[in-house]
């Protein structure tokens, strides 16, 4: 039987993305992301449940999303979940995060010219793109997976 490792999220960032450079030159953005639930208990009583993730991006989607989105704007996230592990001086610490490998932007475009643009929940496969601001920024289907194994620092 095979496995699967997939995750789909929408949300909204909880921070700015945090873009940073391994020394090989390749690009890693970082942010959070918000998602809400809501429901009602048995009660009738209507609740919100909301599920914080951290989110990490390599290569040029990660550029691309740390120039166009800021905290507080939504984004629809494709990825995988990953598992890390560590020792500190209290013992051993874990922590499951999501390797970004798609993303969509969602809503309209912000007035400071970053944010959401291109597409209202639609697929970006179906003509969705990167908002312009005077840059020649590709569109997301022309972003490429540039990552090696090797590049990745744990």
């Not at 995750?7 to 909204?12: E, R, S, T």
């Not at 969509?104 to 908002?131: D, M, T, Y």
Request: glycine share 16%.
């Amino acid at each position: 039987m095979g496995n699967v490792n997939k995750v789909f999220l929408m949300g909204n960032m909880t921070r700015d993305p945090e873009l940073r450079y391994i020394p090989s030159g390749t690009a890693v953005c970082e942010f959070g992301v918000a998602t809400n639930r809501q429901f009602k208990t048995r009660d009738g009583e209507q609740k919100e449940e909301v599920c914080f993730v951290d989110i990490t991006f390599w290569g040029r989607r990660g550029e691309v999303i740390s120039e166009y989105f800021k905290k507080g704007d939504p984004i629809f996230v494709e990825g995988r979940l990953k598992l890390d592990q560590w020792e500190t001086s209290d013992g051993k610490r874990s922590k499951i995060t999501v390797v970004g490998e798609d993303f969509q932007f969602l809503g309209g475009r912000s007035g400071g010219g970053s944010g959401a643009g291109g597409g209202s929940g639609g697929s970006r496969r179906q003509g969705g793109e990167a908002p312009r601001s005077g840059s020649s920024a590709p569109a997301p289907e022309d972003i490429g997976d540039d990552v090696s194994d090797d590049e990745i620092p744990f």
